[in-house]
């Protein structure tokens, strides 16, 4: 808008003199206003620049943890973290994944941060729960399935699951253990299910589960569970908790095996030893990495197929379950 002299105004009319000293009013407004603006989105600008170079930067780090199994400077370095770094442009979350990935026994990372850049790793540990004998050595993985390491003996005075499969499975540390066969991955999901539902689950010290027609598991390496097929396994696994529940107020050494293979019936046969416990087991589970896992997918692992007929499997299995009835 262009703006009147004095003289001109005076030669307005007073209606519309009225008119431009309004209109005056609301432009300078407006200017008053796109000038804050500029100077407000001049002063984000800077401080946005500011807190990406100069301010929120990394000042110190330190780790806190409940146990030793990694030093603070693995930790440190598993986490990528530098003094320096800029807090803004740091994904905190990806942070922890590098740490919780990198480091097997890490089961939680969590970070937290000040204003002034002091971080914090708050580290949780885990521990093995499960082990598959393999020709490379024993799988450890805590329970929730993540791979701990690969190791060639087993550690002492630990309370492992010791899991016995017929098909392969995908092992790589930091990864969660996949078992490749969709039905015995299954069925494996199956069992912990019902032994998380009844209580066993801490207490089983073998799953054996390489046969469909023969399930056993071993409850604290002294009574063997002997579930038959798959058929009815909560049935089966809930009657087993009863069955120890009663037999451990009696007698809690008992050395004995627990025949389930009829729902809600059980029979216990006391024995001196349970014999071919892992120790002396040769039977292995063969590891397939990633690259040889897709192309098993597509039919055939070095040149034979890579799984077996489902009619076959089931056509076995009644006769399996009646001659072991017979031996009952």
Do not use: W
């Not at 807090?87 to 939680?108: C, H, N, Q, W």
């Amino acid at each position: 808008m262009k703006e009147l002299s004095p003289e001109q105004i005076e030669r307005l009319r007073p209606e519309a003199r009225e008119r431009y000293e309004k209109r005056l009013k609301e432009v300078k407004k407006n200017r008053k206003i796109a000038m804050y603006a500029g100077i407000a989105v001049a002063v984000i600008a800077v401080c946005l620049v500011l807190s990406m170079t100069v301010l929120f930067n990394v000042s110190s780090i330190t780790v806190e943890s409940t146990g030793k199994k990694y030093t603070d400077e693995e930790i440190i370095m598993a986490s990528g973290l530098d003094l320096g770094d800029n807090m803004v442009r740091t994904s905190f979350k990806k942070v922890e994944e590098r740490i919780e990935k990198g480091l097997p026994y890490v089961a939680d990372a969590a970070i937290t941060k000040t204003i002034t850049g002091k971080v914090t790793i708050n580290i949780t540990y885990t521990t093995a729960a499960i082990a598959v004998k393999t020709p490379q050595g024993f799988v450890l993985a805590n329970p929730e399935g993540k791979i701990l390491e690969i190791v060639k003996t087993l550690p002492q005075n630990t309370k492992l699951m010791h899991l016995k499969l017929k098909g392969s499975i995908t092992a790589t540390v930091g990864e969660t253990l996949s078992i490749n066969d969709a039905n015995e991955k299954a069925l494996y999901d199956e069992i912990m299910e019902c032994l998380i539902a009844s209580g066993l689950r801490g207490h089983i010290t073998e799953m054996d589960i390489s046969q469909r027609s023969s399930l056993k598991l071993v409850y604290q390496g002294r009574l063997r569970l002997l579930l038959g097929s798959s058929e009815k396994l909560d049935e089966k696994i809930k009657s087993a908790a009863e069955v120890i529940g009663k037999e451990n107020e009696d007698d809690p050494s008992l050395i004995a095996e627990i025949n389930l293979t009829i729902p809600k019936k059980a029979f216990v046969n006391p024995v001196e030893s349970l014999d071919n416990t892992d120790e002396n087991d040769d039977s292995t589970t063969q590891i397939i990495n990633p690259e040889e896992r897709e192309t098993a997918s597509t039919g055939e692992v070095d040149g034979e197929e890579s799984t077996e007929s489902d009619a076959d499997s089931d056509e076995s299995e009644p006769d399996a379950e009646d001659e072991e009835a017979t031996e009952e």
